[in-house]
DNA sequence: TCGATTGTTTGATGATTGTCGAACCAAAAC
DNA sequence: GTTTTGGTTCGACAATCATCAAACAATCGA
């Protein structure tokens, strides 16, 4: 029996998100960790409990609602948990090679970064 | 003769600038258009005051300043002048596709943006 | 039904960012 | 030498952003 109540998620059109929100997503240290942990092994679908961020939960909450509205991640719930994952065609479709620099950048980032 | 103390810039080696920093610094509006002018024509030297930005010296001096900073603009005095364009072989080379995704956005900003 | 877990929302705080006018500096034009 | 022009710096302000504690909501487990 589907829940009564339970959280549905909006994801926007990516075709209606302008690079520069996506960029700006893209900007923080916090929400590229859960991008890069999102695609490692080649991209899964994660609960948000299942990161290392070493931040409130209000925070951690705040940063998928960027990425989502930002069109970088799908959200849907299961349970009591929320299930993540990065729209990797549409993304590359929409923003041909973001992620792939988002990726290649954890190999290359400087150590002062 | 050289001038006494004109202004001299200081230009970031790019393997030293985070790609956060440039995708900062290309997630402002006026930042883009700045790049989006430069790049016109496949790329030219402007002066500062050769950009239609209705902003005020002081906001467009700063926005050069980020764009320097970030690495994605190379700067230097000619008179009174400054003169700056993007150093586009090495932010290809730094992050490849980046400009390419700028420069494809004009075509695609949805009519909201 | 109650307790635990996952996640959201609210309101607040501090930091960062974009903006500007005014004052200033350097070079060119007169 | 003075005026004009191009651009920088300073200090201030408003907006935005990242952060959190506390309270709350929905679901699962006992």
């Given amino acids: 029996m589907p829940p009564k ?4 998620y909006t994801h926007p059109d990516l075709n209606e998100v302008p690079l520069a929100a996506a960029m700006q997503a893209l900007a ?6 859960i991008v890069r942990t999102l695609m490692a092994d080649g991209g ?6 299942e990161f290392d961020l070493c931040q409130s939960k209000a925070t951690i909450s705040h940063h998928f609602d960027i ?3 930002a069109g970088i ?19 590359e479709k929409r923003f041909p090679g973001l992620l792939k620099l988002v990726l290649a950048e954890e190999a290359a980032t400087p150590a002062k970064a």
């Fill in 5 to 8: 109540t339970s959280r549905t």
């Fill in 28 to 33: 923080d240290p916090s929400r590229v960790a």
């Fill in 44 to 49: 899964r679908e994660l609960a948000c409990n």
């Fill in 67 to 69: 990425l989502r509205e």
């Fill in 73 to 91: 991640i799908h959200t849907r719930t299961e349970g009591r948990r929320c299930l993540s994952k990065v729209r990797q065609g549409e993304l």
